[in-house]
């Protein structure tokens, strides 16, 4: 089956349904630090190779920390980014090649804004480089690093040097051209997100 774009329109009854039939495999981890794997339920193959959706509890995420599953074969990061992260997105914009995440192609209609998410706190991208689909370290604390001493949190991309911040948009003067995906997701509830299918109502 052919991937869907990211705005393609879904039906929100069918995934609703294969919602129940798919599962979720995750893993948190903030800096070197691994914590267990989150399993809710057994995907089924057939719902996988469809790109069925997948859904999250995120109300054990801390901080900083980075929930990873996986959708249509590609992994999707869901971070709950800081207060001192979140303030300091909007200090980037010079920075940054698409500020105002212009190009359309990199993410809903209905992700908009500096923050690039539904709620101000919690980040969903697909973790891959736009240059050429290296997954990037995530560095969210803000402090120095040798790759840029200004740094105030976001991703690295070690394979050439690409930087994104904490919103998944891409700096200037690096490979990579465009800012990181976000794919079509809504929240089932305050703590359940569902990656694959927009907000009710969304165009
Ligand atoms: S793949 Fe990320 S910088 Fe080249």
Same mark, same amino acid.
């Given at each position: 089956?052919?991937? /869907?774009?990211?705005?393609?329109?879904?039906?929100?009854?069918?995934?609703?349904?294969?919602?129940? %039939? %798919?599962?979720?495999?995750?893993?948190?981890?903030?800096?070197?630090?691994?914590?267990? !794997?989150?399993?809710?339920?057994?995907?089924? %193959?057939?719902? &996988?190779?469809?790109?069925?959706?997948? %859904?999250?509890?995120?109300?054990?995420?801390?901080?900083? @920390?980075?929930?990873?599953?996986?959708?249509?074969? @590609?992994?999707?990061?869901?971070?709950?980014?800081?207060?001192?992260?979140?303030?300091?997105?909007?200090?980037?914009?010079?920075?940054? =090649?698409? *500020? &105002?995440?212009?190009?359309?192609? /990199? @993410?809903?209609?209905?992700?908009?804004?500096?923050?690039?998410?539904?709620? *101000?706190?919690?980040?969903?991208?697909?973790?891959? #480089?736009? $240059?050429?689909?290296?997954?990037?370290?995530? &560095?969210?604390?803000?402090?120095?690093? *040798?790759?840029?001493?200004?740094?105030?949190?976001?991703? !690295? #991309?070690? #394979? $050439?040097?690409? =930087?994104?911040?904490?919103?998944?948009?891409? !700096? /200037?003067?690096?490979?990579?051209?465009?800012?990181?995906?976000?794919? *079509? +997701? +809504?929240?089932?509830?305050?703590?359940?997100?569902?990656?694959?299918?927009?907000? @009710?109502?969304?165009?």
């Amino acid at each position: 089956m052919a991937n /869907q774009g990211v705005n393609d329109p879904v039906n929100l009854g069918r995934r609703r349904f294969l919602t129940a %039939t %798919t599962a979720v495999v995750g893993a948190v981890g903030a800096g070197f630090v691994a914590v267990p !794997f989150i399993k809710s339920w057994n995907p089924s %193959t057939r719902a &996988k190779l469809a790109g069925a959706p997948v %859904t999250a509890d995120i109300s054990a995420l801390g901080e900083n @920390q980075r929930l990873i599953l996986e959708w249509r074969g @590609q992994p999707i990061w869901i971070v709950k980014r800081s207060k001192a992260v979140l303030d300091a997105l909007p200090t980037l914009d010079g920075e940054l =090649r698409d *500020p &105002k995440s212009e190009n359309k192609d /990199q @993410q809903p209609a209905y992700i908009k804004g500096e923050f690039r998410s539904l709620k *101000p706190e919690i980040s969903v991208l697909v973790g891959l #480089c736009t $240059h050429l689909g290296c997954s990037p370290e995530m &560095k969210a604390e803000i402090r120095p690093e *040798p790759f840029d001493p200004n740094w105030k949190g976001g991703y !690295f #991309c070690p #394979c $050439h040097k690409s =930087r994104f911040d904490m919103a998944g948009r891409v !700096f /200037q003067g690096v490979p990579a051209p465009s800012n990181l995906l976000v794919p *079509p +997701h +809504h929240y089932a509830d305050d703590n359940t997100i569902v990656i694959g299918v927009d907000p @009710q109502g969304a165009a």
